[in-house]
């Protein structure tokens, strides 16, 4: 029996919702399989935690979390709260105390999803985005000085190591080698316009392709990269990012899959030293809270992902193809184009892996 604990951070908004559902859905899972089991410790941790204890967390919430086998969040901010206080005070140092410095986000067209791009399928669009997770433009190095006065200004310095450079394009190409269909990277860049970190970063991609002859390479500007995500996502089979690029990429990835109601991601230690953390792509949606309409494929899929990195890849299979089954019942919530509320999206999940897992 393979048991895991797992720390539950619903988090804000519809974070709560969709976490619920994930759950569920791991809940099935271990009931009709048998040779997995889970157990949550959930933690209040959010903006509400803030208006109460005025921090995001506990001063040991590290501490707490850094003994489960990983964690699955919902979202985090909301208004009342500015973002750079709530996302400061808990999701970004989970990600990087944990040296979480990949973050994994496929970009696939379920069956039975129409996609925005007419007349592409899922077999045009199936690719990964891999966006470094630690460091990049998301440095906190920087400062803001004579506030208030004519002089008022801010800088924030952008950080690129040889370490965490290295090791994000490592784990691209070894993907890329190992389970990429083309067996191709994408690198995004802007080296015309960014002079320093983005020339390194290019150097870095050339050098690490050499360890991986097999794999063919390519490094794109960000901008032409984004105009490609629309006009012929076919050719993308592992793309690699920037922190900030890879977190614009992968909302604009889940626009043309059918949108951020779907889109997961999984903040990965490959070391395993850390627990990894799972959560969907989209945040709390303060503008449909409350309504039990949230999609909650996103956190479902999350949940696939989970099961995959646990090393329970039929699990993980036969989520996905719950999933789909659902979708292509039209069984979905609004931002799909159904009438389905969040928990009944979730529930019918359940019922679809029951007949599968049997
Ligand atoms: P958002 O992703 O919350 O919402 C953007 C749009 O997508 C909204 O119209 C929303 O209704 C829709 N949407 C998102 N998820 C959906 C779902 N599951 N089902 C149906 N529709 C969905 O982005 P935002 O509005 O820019 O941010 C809101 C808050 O969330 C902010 O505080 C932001 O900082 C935070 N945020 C947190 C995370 C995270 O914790 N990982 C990620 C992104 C944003
Ligand atoms: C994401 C989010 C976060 C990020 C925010 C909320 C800090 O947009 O996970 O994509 O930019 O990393
Ligand atoms: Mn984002």
Redesign the pocket.
């Given at each position: 029996m393979d048991h895991y604990s797992i720390a539950l951070i619903p988090?804000d908004?519809?974070g709560v919702d969709?976490v619920r559902e994930g759950t569920k859905v791991l809940n099935t899972v271990s009931e009709l399989h048998g040779g997995i089991s889970f157990d949550y410790k959930e933690f209040d941790w959010s903006c509400e935690y803030y208006a109460k204890h005025g921090r995001m967390m506990p001063e040991d919430g590290l501490e707490q979390l850094k003994d489960f086998d990983s964690i699955f969040?919902g979202?985090?901010?909301?208004p009342g709260v500015p973002?750079h206080v709530?996302?400061w005070g808990l999701?970004l140092p989970i990600r990087r105390q944990f040296e979480q410095y990949i973050n994994l986000r496929p970009v696939r067209l379920l069956q039975g999803i129409q996609s925005p791009l007419a007349g592409k399928t899922s077999k045009d669009l199936d690719f990964i985005v891999i966006r470094e997770n630690n460091e990049g433009e998301y440095s906190n190095i920087g400062g803001r000085i004579y506030e208030g006065t004519d002089a008022d200004m801010a800088i924030q310095n952008s950080v690129f190591t040889r370490k965490g450079v290295e090791r994000v394009l490592r784990y691209a190409f070894d993907l890329a080698q190992k389970q990429g269909k083309r067996k191709h990277v994408t690198a995004a860049t802007k080296s015309n316009g960014i002079n320093h970190t983005m020339p390194f970063w290019d150097e870095y991609v050339k050098k690490i392709n050499q360890e991986y002859p097999d794999v063919t390479s390519n490094i794109v500007h960000i901008d032409a990269l984004a105009a490609f995500f629309v006009s012929k996502p076919e050719t993308m089979d592992i793309v690699v990012a920037s922190n900030l690029f890879g977190d614009i990429l992968t909302d604009l990835g889940a626009a043309i899959v059918g949108?951020?109601?779907i889109a997961p991601s999984a903040n990965i230690n490959p070391e395993k030293k850390y627990p990894s953390m799972f959560?969907?792509?989209?945040?709390?949606?303060?503008?449909?809270a409350g309504k039990g309409i949230?999609?909650p494929l996103?956190s479902i899929w999350c949940t696939s992902m989970m099961l995959d990195h646990l090393g329970h890849p039929e699990s993980a299979k036969a989520i996905i193809l719950a999933m789909e089954e659902v979708i292509q019942e039209k069984f979905v919530?609004p931002?799909l184009g159904g009438h389905a509320t969040t928990e009944q999206v979730g529930n019918r999940i359940c019922e679809k892996l029951k007949t599968r897992l049997k």
């Open positions: 988090g908004g519809i969709v969040l979202a985090v901010g909301y973002d709530s996302l999701l949108g951020l109601g959560e969907p792509v989209h945040g709390s949606a303060p503008d449909i949230a999609n996103a919530t931002d």
